[in-house]
């Protein structure tokens, strides 16, 4: 199974890894020569890349600008109640494991899915998961690749992820049994758990803590909320607190910038990366 990386030898901000999306209206080729021109080591992927170009060139694009992988999203929305969606949903699921795989990231990034105004029981949608993640487990064990549960916002709840706290999430991961499933902390989403501490705490005395990503919490809400996350240091996130909850919690993997900003988006890569740099060097670093 691949480990998390520790600190690098190239010449740019130790252990940042710069998320395709922060960078979402850049072409791929643009966004990776970006990154590499900032001497930073890694990416993270999404498979709307994956989808377009195919996995075999996205890996050789990776690995010709010197980058590397820390992680792919998404996989997940496995809450559907009928058998038919669920099959297909576990078939797809089984396809991003391989293409995380493919292109050398440790880990797949598990957005579990909301409820349908069908079906509104959160509860049972939660039990669905835990069975279908622990469905797919064997195959990520099988592919050296790990399962990083993401717990959303609970705004998002109804449509996006039935795991709000890194509780949850953690008590899934655990119920499988699987030292492949585990969770990912993202600031954006987690930042408000007055369980927070200890959650990350248990996640790393479990082993499970597989992946940590940053971007701050903006005000006013854009329409789209998850299109509120900003550079780090425009918002209300305490960044430099969290980042030492996860050091203690005895994670040296990537530290992922995810950033969903239509003004980011408007803004050239090279640009847009050389303010996360700085951020990530003033606000994240030094505790990390």
Known sequence: MNTPHSSHTSQGAPRLSINRWTCRSTPIQDFLEATAAHDLEAVGL?????????????????????????????????????????????????????????????????????????????????????????????????????LSLEPMHPMFAADRAVLSTLGQALDIAESTGSDAV?????????????????????????????????????LPLAAEPLFSRGYMGDGFIDFPSITRMVKAAGYIGDIEVEIFHEDVWATPAHEAIGIVTERYEELVLPEA
């Open 46 to 146: 999404w498979r709307q890349d994956v989808e377009e170009i195919g996995v075999d060139a996205l890996r050789r694009w990776v690995d010709d600008a010197g980058l590397r992988v820390s992680s792919l999203c998404r996989g997940g929305f496995l809450t559907a109640a009928d058998e038919t969606t669920r099959a297909a949903s576990l078939d797809d699921n089984r396809r991003a494991i391989d293409e995380t795989a493919a292109l050398g990231a440790p880990t797949l990034v598990m957005v579990v899915g909301g409820i349908t105004p069908e079906d509104k029981d959160i509860v049972a949608a939660r039990a669905r998961v835990a069975e279908n993640i622990a469905t797919l487990a064997p195959h990520a064990e099988q592919a050296g690749v790990t």
């Open 182 to 218: 585990g969770v990912i902390v993202d600031t954006y989403h987690v930042w408000w758990d007055p369980a927070l501490e200890a959650s990350i705490a248990r996640a790393g005395a479990s082993g499970r803590l597989f992946s940590y990503q940053v971007c701050d919490w903006n």
